[in-house]
């Protein structure tokens, strides 16, 4: 490259990196000015002064985790908080940090650390593509696949399922003869990631969900079931996989010719050895862990086990657990080495925006602010003289358009205030409505925008063209909205009476 190319280049790069820190500086000052200026102006009835004070630092929060960053505007809101005076400092903070959501998250992380960390994950894929019921059969792999990315899901988290099980299939693409944009590959990238949603949105002790459950406890005085929560999400989550592969073979309808040379052993040309001690350890943890968390609605009242796992709650059980899994040693080594795994697994933005999150939520409902009331009365009018099926599928349509456009946290806690308020003046269960708004902001594919998953496919260039993400994933959240409508409302207020 000549002298003058060079000087070129680096003249570019300075220009592009000065639009990038002139761009990061007005996201910066439009999400603070929201923050801190926002609450100067004149209060909409019912909102009060201190109602605005609060919404300003919402819209700020909002603003900045959308276009900046999660962990310093985290950290900035709780100050904000303190500053207008609804709480001190230090209960902000314990609020957030020291909160029973926090502690089970950071068990959870650690456990599903150690899991990934030894390996775990590579046996549960291989099992599902090793099953003689694919060979031959294209759309029962399909199947097999979309399975095995919903369970590791359930058992881990939807990254660690997309970064399993797209590789096995980039494996397979190659092997029979499938190029990046063909239909299936194209189809099959896509739907990897819209099953890890499905998957996303089924666990009721885990991330986001677990948020918003406790979200609605406080915004509405009643506790939701986790055993309930799974029943009804675990369902949709399988009819909503049948049916994907339905969509796939008879509307999509891609060219699968190549697919009927697909055997077992295409899986199995590297060999995994049998489980150690201590994988096979870690996977009786997994399981005792996911005991821990049904148990206590499962066992009858006195008994000795639910009076423990009721004292310890879900966050000390998981505590328990993770300390147990410490002490235990194996060839020297602890079975779960704490400080290592969360040095490489602490998911910091993640911890920052729930903490924050449970703080301002909770200000947002509080009679104090006056903004639920003023949420109400808007969609009192909307709602006003519809049935409770109605105000439903009312709820569920805003939840899966506004998803796929922001971040689905806000989303989720601004239809639950509102839900949960309307159902107290209009004498409806609020609790159908929630867990199906719970279910379905979690169903963010569209845009890069709706949630990091949703990032992560449109980054796949490689593979997925962004013209085929749009139309595959608009239509793929149609057949979301029409199992919701048609399966989710009944189910829910068949199981939540």
Same mark, same amino acid.
């Given at each position: 490259?000549?002298? /003058?190319?060079?000087?070129?280049?680096?003249?570019? $790069?300075?220009?592009?990196?000065?639009?990038?820190?002139?761009?990061?500086?007005?996201?910066?000052?439009?999400?603070?000015?929201?923050?801190?200026?926002?609450?100067?102006?004149?209060?909409?009835?019912?909102?009060?002064?201190?109602?605005?004070?609060?919404?300003?630092?919402?819209?700020?929060?909002?603003?900045?985790? %959308?276009?900046?960053? %999660?962990?310093?505007?985290?950290?900035?809101?709780?100050?904000?908080?303190?500053?207008?005076?609804?709480?001190?400092?230090?209960?902000?903070? @314990?609020?957030?940090?020291?909160?029973?959501?926090?502690?089970?998250?950071?068990?959870?992380?650690?456990?599903?650390?150690?899991?990934?960390?030894?390996?775990?994950?590579?046996?549960?894929?291989?099992?599902?593509?090793?099953?003689?019921?694919?060979?031959?059969?294209?759309?029962?792999?399909?199947?097999?696949?979309?399975?095995?990315?919903?369970?590791?899901?359930?058992?881990?988290?939807?990254?660690?399922?997309?970064?399993? #099980?797209?590789?096995?299939?980039?494996?397979?693409?190659?092997?029979?003869?499938?190029?990046?944009?063909?239909?299936?590959?194209?189809?099959?990238?896509?739907?990897?990631?819209?099953?890890?949603?499905?998957?996303? &949105? $089924?666990?009721? #002790?885990?991330?986001?969900?677990?948020?918003?459950?406790?979200?609605?406890?406080?915004?509405?005085?009643?506790?939701?079931?986790?055993?309930?929560?799974?029943?009804?999400?675990?369902?949709?989550?399988?009819?909503?996989?049948?049916?994907?592969?339905?969509?796939?073979?008879?509307?999509?309808?891609?060219?699968?010719?190549?697919?009927?040379?697909?055997? %077992?052993?295409?899986?199995?040309?590297?060999?995994?050895?049998?489980?150690?001690?201590?994988?096979?350890?870690?996977?009786?943890?997994?399981?005792?862990?996911?005991?821990?968390?049904?148990?206590?609605?499962?066992?009858?009242?006195?008994?000795?086990?639910?009076?423990?796992?009721?004292?310890?709650?879900? &966050?000390?059980?998981?505590?328990?657990?993770?300390?147990?899994?410490?002490?235990?040693?194996? /060839?020297?080594?602890?079975?779960?080495?704490? @400080?290592?795994?969360?040095?490489?697994?602490?998911?910091?933005?993640?911890?920052?925006?729930?903490?924050? &999150?449970?703080?301002?939520?909770?200000?947002?409902?509080?009679?104090?602010?006056?903004?639920?009331?003023?949420? %109400?009365?808007?969609?009192?009018?909307?709602? @006003?003289?519809?049935?409770?099926?109605?105000?439903?599928?009312?709820?569920?349509?805003?939840?899966?358009?506004?998803?796929?456009?922001?971040?689905?946290?806000?989303?989720?806690?601004?239809?639950?205030?509102?839900?949960?308020?309307?159902? /107290?003046?209009?004498?409806?269960?609020?609790?159908?409505?929630?867990?199906?708004?719970?279910?379905?902001?979690?169903?963010?594919?569209?845009?890069?925008? $709706?949630?990091?998953?949703? &990032?992560?496919?449109?980054?796949?260039?490689?593979?997925?063209?962004?013209?085929?993400?749009?139309?595959?994933?608009?239509?793929?959240?149609?057949?979301?909205?029409?199992?919701?409508?048609?399966?989710?409302?009944?189910?829910?207020?068949?199981?939540?009476?």
């Amino acid at each position: 490259m000549s002298k /003058e190319a060079v000087l070129e280049a680096k003249g570019v $790069a300075v220009e592009m990196k000065s639009k990038v820190d002139i761009m990061y500086l007005c996201h910066c000052s439009i999400g603070l000015v929201l923050m801190f200026g926002f609450g100067y102006l004149s209060p909409i009835d019912p909102i009060t002064p201190m109602g605005m004070k609060i919404l300003g630092i919402f819209l700020g929060l909002i603003y900045l985790w %959308t276009t900046v960053d %999660t962990v310093w505007p985290s950290l900035l809101g709780l100050v904000a908080i303190a500053l207008t005076g609804f709480m001190p400092i230090n209960q902000a903070f @314990a609020e957030s940090f020291g909160s029973n959501q926090i502690i089970l998250v950071v068990g959870i992380l650690a456990l599903v650390g150690a899991i990934n960390t030894n390996g775990i994950c590579k046996y549960i894929g291989r099992w599902f593509v090793t099953r003689k019921v694919i060979n031959g059969r294209p759309w029962v792999f399909t199947f097999m696949i979309f399975m095995g990315v919903y369970i590791l899901t359930i058992l881990t988290s939807t990254d660690t399922a997309i970064f399993l #099980f797209w590789p096995i299939l980039y494996g397979l693409f190659k092997d029979i003869g499938y190029k990046p944009g063909d239909k299936y590959a194209t189809l099959m990238i896509i739907g990897v990631v819209m099953v890890g949603l499905f998957g996303f &949105a $089924a666990m009721p #002790f885990r991330g986001i969900v677990l948020l918003m459950l406790t979200n609605f406890e406080a915004i509405s005085g009643i506790a939701i079931n986790q055993l309930s929560y799974l029943t009804i999400s675990f369902v949709l989550g399988i009819v909503l996989i049948v049916g994907l592969v339905l969509v796939f073979k008879y509307i999509f309808r891609p060219d699968i010719t190549l697919l009927k040379s697909v055997h %077992t052993e295409l899986f199995e040309k590297e060999k995994l050895p049998s489980m150690n001690l201590r994988q096979k350890m870690l996977v009786g943890a997994l399981i005792l862990f996911m005991a821990g968390m049904f148990l206590p609605n499962l066992l009858p009242q006195g008994l000795w086990i639910k009076n423990i796992l009721d004292t310890l709650g879900p &966050a000390g059980f998981v505590t328990l657990l993770v300390a147990c899994l410490a002490l235990i040693r194996i /060839e020297g080594k602890p079975l779960l080495p704490f @400080a290592q795994i969360m040095n490489r697994m602490m998911n910091w933005p993640m911890v920052c925006i729930i903490g924050t &999150a449970l703080v301002i939520g909770s200000a947002l409902t509080n009679p104090e602010t006056g903004i639920r009331d003023f949420l %109400t009365n808007i969609f009192s009018g909307i709602v @006003a003289g519809k049935s409770p099926i109605m105000i439903m599928i009312i709820f569920v349509i805003i939840a899966l358009i506004a998803t796929n456009f922001t971040n689905n946290y806000v989303i989720g806690v601004i239809l639950l205030t509102i839900s949960s308020s309307l159902a /107290e003046t209009m004498g409806f269960n609020p609790i159908p409505v929630a867990i199906l708004i719970i279910f379905t902001v979690h169903i963010a594919s569209v845009t890069p925008a $709706a949630c990091p998953y949703a &990032a992560i496919l449109h980054s796949n260039k490689e593979w997925v063209k962004t013209n085929e993400i749009y139309k595959y994933t608009i239509a793929m959240s149609v057949y979301v909205l029409l199992v919701l409508l048609i399966l989710g409302v009944p189910l829910a207020n068949l199981i939540i009476r």
